[in-house]
């Protein structure tokens, strides 16, 4: 496959707490998605370099937007008072990246020039393993 752009993303999807997936991805100026994995330093004193393994799988995002009351403010505007699991779906160039996550935040901000944003945070949330399909 060619190298591509992220350019014309298919779908950015959460849940809105009573499982309906909502399509935010208008909403959405930019954000940052990580799949990271936790590691265990294994290296005995008869080594000269690291020996590691991989230990768990995680997985976090920011959605960083524009303060929609139609949209996506009713999807994000609960995660503060409620222990919601959200389902996240995230299709790019026929590549799938989904998961359930809580939400952790709903930071809202009025810049001096008008602007109001968010950025929402995005963690884990059962167990399961993040995987691009």
Not at 15 to 33: A, E, P, R, V
Not at 40 to 51: I, L, M, N, P, Y
Not at 73 to 101: D, M, W, Y
Request: net charge negative.
């Amino acid at each position: 496959m060619a190298k591509v752009s992220g350019l014309g993303w298919t779908t950015l999807s959460l849940d809105d707490g009573t499982g309906t997936l909502t399509d935010i991805k208008n909403d959405i100026t930019d954000l940052d998605m990580a799949t990271p994995r936790a590691v265990q330093d294994v290296t005995g004193v008869d080594k000269s370099a690291f020996e590691r393994i991989l230990l768990l799988a995680d997985f976090s995002a920011t959605l960083n937007g524009v303060f929609n009351p139609a949209k996506s403010h009713p999807v994000l505007s609960t995660a503060s008072s409620s222990n919601q699991v959200r389902t996240f779906s995230s299709v790019i160039q026929a590549k799938t990246l989904g998961c359930e996550t809580l939400l952790t935040d709903y930071p809202l901000k009025r810049a001096a020039s008008g602007e109001f944003t968010f950025a929402c945070p995005l963690v884990l949330a059962d167990g399961t393993v993040p995987t691009w399909s």
